[in-house]
């Protein structure tokens, strides 16, 4: 049961920097530091958006418009951040006490 805790974890861990990946390549596109239509970019930033496109989806609909701020991956981040301490905190511990 704790490989499948350490799993879990490893999942939100990753998706933690797909979110952080995300975030920088659309202010790269943003600020017209890269290039959207190099291919090799287009390819990156068609894979981010597709990954976090179905997180961020539900939030935004129910955060408010705050003009050109998208808040949504913070409130991703956030939600992932709190999965990982209750996992940490209560959910391990209470699993290796069990012994299962």
Known sequence: ???V???VLLILNILWWIIIASAILSWLFAFNI???RNQFVSTIGD???RMTEPLYRPIRRVLPNFG???LSPLVV???IFFL???IYIYV???VYRAGI
């Open 84 to 86: 990982q301490q209750i």
């Open 34 to 36: 890269v290039n959207p």
């Open 92 to 94: 391990a511990p209470a």
């Open 68 to 70: 050109g701020l998208d």
């Open 47 to 49: 894979f981010l958006y």
């Open 5 to 7: 805790i350490q799993v």
């Open 77 to 79: 981040l956030l939600i």
């Open 1 to 3: 049961m704790l490989a």
